[in-house]
């Protein structure tokens, strides 16, 4: 790789990377691919947005929007549909506990299921022991709840040690700690406990017989406790937080509240973000069987094959739009040249319609919402997953938005990535907008 080429690669990596100043409270929790607070910072000041005003995170995903609004004093409304990235929300924006008693009361679930393990011949620290344990009498997740994880995604015995630490977790009295210990428990699975890695696609590694749990569950609560001494006396602006679905935004928000959004909706893909969060929302039973999964499903914009149903309707709302009916055309006919029949396959025209419907559904309800004069930046980005058709979001975006009323103020570039498949440059930009109350 050529000096030019690894410069392009160091900027485009750092412009999407937490920096070290911004690890406290973001760094709880967040999407391997969540969008960086810097980004937020500078359109907050670019909006010219201060304490007086409230934002908007429509697709709030783990808070980074909420998080950061908070950290610099302006109120905040988040609206995310997925359980597990709603409750990582509330936790990270809940600052007003108390960090030694956090500690305390985490010490004290500790030593309870670190007792309950031993007198089952179970030492946390002490992976050789694995072979003796009698795996038959280890608990396990209910059939249903089995079924909804990656297999190999956490192996037997860390599962066990888990499920009896999630348990104590819950048997503490003291019920004001718990969200924030529950959120440890989710960000040590992913780190440590399961047999996970993120590419960015999840993927499961080689299954290790043992891997400790409460010891890196503790280390996430001493984060937690020591960022949480470092906002002390900052806990200023309130952050709003509804588990909704962001196409009826009207319905949960009252009209003219919002004077700017900052958002970063689902890219059209075949990235299904309810799989990126399946171990931990499964272990903390925000997702408990396929019924509740398919009702998560069903109130997020339509960005993948994974979450198409049948009456799905959100196509109706960019019928006649030709860009829309350009794209999805060359998508199917692309199909059809390549002879492509998969179930997946044969629906990929279907999503491009389904996505950018449902994102015109989106911002049609927004409209209520908005006071006249505010901004909006919407975070997106080029796709070819779907046969290597570019699908160029931030302009298609911008003209469902300008035939809804919105004025398209710029389309910013923030960073370029490589396709895998193409070896294209695609770009990831900031979608300018600006509703003038009409």
Same mark, same amino acid.
């Given at each position: 790789?050529?000096?030019?080429?690894?410069?392009?690669?160091?900027?485009?990596?750092?412009?999407?990377?937490?920096?070290?100043?911004?690890?406290?409270?973001?760094?709880?929790?967040?999407?391997?691919?969540?969008?960086?607070?810097?980004?937020?910072?500078?359109?907050?000041?670019?909006?010219?947005?201060?304490?007086?005003?409230?934002?908007?995170?429509?697709?709030?995903?783990?808070?980074?929007?909420?998080?950061?609004?908070?950290?610099?004093?302006?109120?905040?409304?988040?609206?995310?549909?997925?359980?597990?990235?709603?409750?990582?929300?509330?936790?990270?924006?809940?600052?007003?506990?108390?960090?030694?008693?956090?500690?305390?009361?985490?010490?004290?679930?500790?030593?309870?299921?670190?007792?309950?393990?031993?007198?089952?011949?179970?030492?946390?620290?002490?992976?050789?022991?694995?072979?003796?344990?009698?795996?038959?009498?280890?608990?396990?997740?209910?059939? $249903? =709840?089995?079924? &909804?994880? #990656?297999?190999?995604?956490? !192996?037997? %015995?860390?599962?066990? *040690?888990?499920?009896?630490? @999630?348990?104590?977790?819950?048997?503490?009295?003291?019920?004001?700690?718990?969200?924030?210990?529950?959120?440890?428990?989710?960000?040590?699975?992913?780190?440590?406990?399961?047999?996970?890695?993120?590419?960015?696609?999840?993927?499961?590694?080689?299954?290790?017989?043992?891997?400790?749990?409460?010891?890196?569950?503790?280390?996430?609560?001493?984060?937690?406790?020591?960022?949480?001494?470092?906002?002390?006396?900052?806990?200023?602006?309130?952050?709003?937080?509804?588990?909704?679905?962001?196409?009826?935004?009207?319905?949960?928000?009252?009209?003219?509240?919002?004077?700017?959004?900052?958002?970063?909706?689902?890219?059209?893909?075949?990235?299904?973000?309810?799989?990126?969060?399946?171990? $931990? =929302?499964?272990? &903390?039973? #925000?997702?408990?069987?396929? !019924?509740? %999964?398919?009702?998560? *499903?069903?109130?997020?914009? @339509?960005?993948?094959?994974?979450?198409?149903?049948?009456?799905?309707?959100?196509?109706?709302?960019?019928?006649?739009?030709?860009?829309?009916?350009?794209?999805?055309?060359?998508?199917?006919?692309?199909?059809?040249?390549?002879?492509?029949?998969?179930?997946?396959?044969?629906?990929?025209?279907?999503?491009?319609?389904?996505?950018?419907?449902?994102?015109?559904?989106?911002?049609?309800?927004?409209?209520?919402?908005?006071?006249?004069?505010?901004?909006?930046?919407?975070?997106?980005?080029?796709?070819?997953?779907?046969?290597?058709?570019?699908?160029?979001?931030?302009?298609?975006?911008?003209?469902?938005?300008?035939?809804?009323?919105?004025?398209?103020?710029?389309?910013?570039?923030?960073?370029?990535?490589?396709?895998?498949?193409?070896?294209?440059?695609?770009?990831?930009?900031?979608?300018?907008?600006?509703?003038?109350?009409?």
């Amino acid at each position: 790789m050529g000096s030019a080429a690894r410069t392009r690669s160091w900027v485009n990596g750092h412009a999407n990377k937490l920096q070290p100043e911004d690890e406290p409270v973001h760094g709880w929790y967040r999407f391997v691919l969540s969008f960086p607070p810097h980004l937020v910072r500078e359109y907050l000041s670019r909006f010219d947005i201060r304490p007086t005003d409230q934002v908007l995170d429509p697709f709030c995903g783990t808070g980074t929007v909420l998080v950061e609004c908070k950290k610099t004093g302006i109120p905040s409304v988040g609206i995310e549909a997925h359980p597990m990235a709603h409750f990582a929300s509330q936790v990270k924006t809940d600052w007003a506990i108390d960090p030694e008693v956090l500690v305390e009361h985490a010490q004290e679930v500790a030593d309870a299921a670190r007792a309950a393990l031993s007198a089952d011949g179970i030492d946390d620290l002490l992976s050789f022991l694995a072979g003796r344990v009698q795996l038959d009498k280890l608990l396990t997740l209910p059939a $249903e =709840s089995q079924k &909804l994880l #990656l297999r190999g995604s956490i !192996s037997p %015995l860390p599962l066990h *040690k888990t499920l009896v630490l @999630r348990d104590y977790i819950r048997g503490h009295p003291e019920k004001r700690y718990q969200a924030h210990q529950l959120l440890a428990l989710a960000r040590a699975l992913t780190a440590s406990i399961g047999n996970l890695h993120f590419g960015p696609e999840i993927g499961v590694t080689s299954p290790k017989p043992d891997a400790p749990v409460i010891a890196p569950w503790l280390e996430w609560v001493y984060v937690m406790a020591d960022d949480l001494r470092s906002t002390s006396g900052a806990d200023r602006a309130p952050a709003r937080l509804y588990c909704a679905d962001s196409r009826r935004v009207s319905e949960v928000l009252a009209p003219g509240a919002i004077s700017a959004v900052i958002t970063s909706p689902p890219y059209p893909n075949e990235k299904d973000y309810t799989r990126i969060t399946r171990l $931990e =929302s499964v272990i &903390l039973e #925000l997702i408990r069987n396929t !019924s509740e %999964l398919r009702a998560v *499903k069903r109130q997020l914009v @339509r960005s993948n094959t994974r979450n198409v149903y049948k009456g799905d309707d959100d196509d109706d709302y960019v019928a006649g739009h030709p860009q829309i009916e350009h794209l999805a055309k060359q998508i199917e006919e692309r199909r059809i040249g390549l002879r492509k029949t998969s179930g997946f396959e044969r629906l990929y025209h279907s999503v491009a319609r389904l996505y950018f419907g449902g994102m015109k559904r989106h911002l049609a309800s927004l409209r209520h919402c908005l006071r006249p004069g505010a901004r909006l930046a919407y975070v997106v980005g080029d796709q070819a997953s779907y046969l290597q058709v570019m699908i160029r979001t931030g302009q298609l975006l911008a003209h469902i938005a300008d035939s809804l009323g919105y004025e398209v103020l710029s389309l910013d570039l923030f960073r370029t990535r490589l396709a895998t498949a193409t070896r294209q440059q695609l770009r990831e930009e900031v979608l300018v907008l600006r509703w003038p109350g009409d």
